[in-house]
C-alpha cells in the first residue's frame, strides 16, 4: 500500500499549455516535499512545504500544502520542454524520521 | 560545496557476485540516507545514518544487504550474492541534521545484475 499517491502518473501536454499534478495521503505529514528526476540521475528538490494551507511559488511552479497536511498539488504555468521528467512527492511523518515518496508524475512537455 | 557524490555510477555484475557502492555526503551533513529505485517507481528507502549510527532499516535490506557510515562521513552499500531482482538505481541522500526537512540526493548508482 502506497502511503503517498501521486496523480497523474503520466501527463503529455504542448509547450505551453497549463498543468496541475497532485500527491494525496490518508496520512498528515509533518512535512513535504518535491522532487524533479531526470532519466538516469537523482531527484533534485523544489520545494518544501510544513505550513497547512502553505503556498509556494518558484517562478512558473507554484505549490499548495493542504489544510489537513495530507495532500499537496504542484500547479506548472505555460509548460516547457525544459519541464520534462519525473514529478516526485515526499513526505516525512515526524520530525526526524525516514521520508517516504509517491511513485510520481512523468511528465513530457511537447514542444 | 561539491553535493552528493556517489561511486560508482553505473555497476553491471553477475548473479552471486557482491558489489559495494560507496556515497559521500555533503560536507557537515550528519544525516545519511540509502533508496533504491526501480523503473517507473519512486524511491523506497533502505536505511539512514545519524553521524556513524544505523538508526534504522527498512523489511527490503534482506540479509544479503549491509550499509556502513564508520567515521560519520562517507557510506558504503554492499549487496552480496546479488540476484537478478537487485537490479536497480541506488541512491544516497543526506541532511543537515535530525531535525533538517530536505534532503539532498546524489546522481545514483545505477546496477545491473545478469
Known amino acids: 500500500t502506497q502511503l503517498l499517491e501521486q496523480s497523474p502518473q503520466f501527463l503529455s501536454i504542448q509547450e505551453g499549455e497549463n498543468l496541475t499534478v497532485y500527491c494525496n495521503s490518508s496520512?498528515?505529514?509533518?512535512?513535504l516535499q518535491w522532487y524533479r528526476q531526470e532519466p538516469g540521475e537523482g531527484p533534485v528538490l523544489l520545494v518544501t512545504v510544513v505550513t497547512g494551507g502553505e503556498v509556494k511559488k518558484l517562478k512558473r511552479l507554484t505549490f499548495q500544502f493542504g489544510d489537513a497536511r495530507k495532500d499537496s498539488s504542484l500547479h506548472i504555468t505555460a509548460a516547457q520542454p525544459g519541464d520534462t521528467g519525473l514529478y516526485l512527492c515526499?513526505?516525512?511523518?515526524?520530525?526526524?524520521?525516514?521520508?517516504?515518496f509517491g511513485p510520481g508524475t512523468r511528465l513530457s512537455v511537447l514542444p | 560545496d561539491t553535493g552528493v557524490s556517489q561511486d560508482p555510477r553505473h555497476k553491471i555484475t553477475k548473479r552471486g557476485q557482491n558489489v559495494t557502492f560507496r556515497c559521500d555526503p555533503i560536507?557537515?551533513?550528519?544525516?545519511l540516507y540509502w533508496y533504491r529505485q526501480t523503473l517507473g517507481q519512486g524511491p523506497e528507502f533502505l536505511t539512514y545514518f545519524q553521524n556513524e549510527a544505523q538508526l534504522e532499516k527498512s523489511r527490503l535490506l534482506s540479509d544479503r544487504f549491509s550499509a556502513e557510515r564508520p567515521k560519520g562521513s562517507f557510506s558504503t552499500l554492499e549487496i552480496q550474492r546479488t540476484e537478478q531482482g537487485d537490479s536497480a538505481m541506488y541512491l544516497c541522500?543526506?541532511?543537515?541534521?535530525?531535525?533538517?526537512?530536505?534532503?539532498?540526493f546524489g546522481p545514483g548508482t545505477r546496477l545491473t545484475v545478469l
Open positions: 515526499a513526505g516525512a511523518v515526524n520530525y526526524g524520521q525516514n521520508f517516504v
Open positions: 560536507s557537515e551533513h550528519n544525516r
Open positions: 496520512s498528515v505529514f509533518s512535512s
Open positions: 541522500a543526506s541532511s543537515l541534521d535530525s531535525g533538517s526537512v530536505e534532503q539532498f
